[in-house]
């Protein structure tokens, strides 16, 4: 699962994720909006007007967004982030619903990187807000193995050296190491630096992990 799929399934992962992600951004309140989501320093709103500007970014606002962030990757998108949040949610829920089906990625992405981010970051907005948003196993396959060989920004590879990812609900295995398993919306949320599904991970491999980090919101943004 990953290098194989065809760009038609592809897309239609994308397109019914971002459509799943909208079904939950239209049910929240203005409360859960407004809070907490896994990416230290975004709120919900933010995190989700990210995903929506996915399809819509024109290679002028990443340029411009660089240009704001000095050069820096991580600075660029959390201002962008801040910037494309302050919106409101209306114009996020318009943005999702204006581009849904399009095929655009942002300049300096792949195809595979909008499938990523709406399954992740998916789950930055619904587990802390106690939400249910299961992520399709062959997706999160193909997601997962687009992290594991690409080197930017999640140094999946790097990081989990020692380490032999298998999935249980999934064909889906990667590293070499002491054993992790678990289902593949938790490998997923580990290769991109998300903790917070650590307890549905075992093996020996997890137990040290469990060990040597605590749960909580953190992901490979940063305000500086």
């Keep these: 699962m990953g290098r194989d799929t065809t760009n038609d399934q592809l897309w239609h992962w994308i397109h019914s994720e971002r459509r799943r992600l909208l079904s939950l951004l239209e049910s929240l309140s203005a409360a859960q909006w407004s809070a907490a989501s896994l990416c230290a320093g975004w709120s919900v709103t933010e995190v989700a ?3 929506a500007s996915s399809a819509g970014s024109r290679p002028i606002d990443v340029v411009r967004a660089m240009m704001r962030g000095h050069g ?3 600075r660029a998108i959390y201002l962008e982030g801040r910037r494309l949040g302050a919106r409101g949610p209306a114009a996020v829920l318009a943005e999702l619903r204006r581009f849904d089906g399009s095929l655009s990625h942002p300049l300096f992405t792949t195809r595979w990187d909008p499938l990523v981010d709406v399954l992740v970051h998916g789950q930055d907005i619904a587990l802390p807000l106690g939400l249910d948003l299961p992520m399709p196993p062959q997706a999160a396959a193909a997601a997962a193995g687009h992290v594991w060989s690409t080197p930017f920004p999640f140094r999946a590879r790097h990081r ?6 298998a999935a249980t609900d999934a064909d889906w295995s990667a590293g070499s190491g002491a054993a992790v398993h678990g289902p593949i919306s938790a490998l997923l949320l580990l290769m991109t630096g998300r ?25 490979h943004w940063r305000k500086s």
């Design 49 to 51: 007007a990210h995903v």
């Design 195 to 219: 903790t917070a599904q650590l307890a549905q991970l075992e093996g020996e491999g997890a137990a040290d992990l469990f060990r040597r980090q605590q749960p909580s919101r953190q992901q």
């Design 160 to 165: 989990l050296r020692g380490l032999r990812l």
């Design 72 to 74: 820096n990757f991580n």
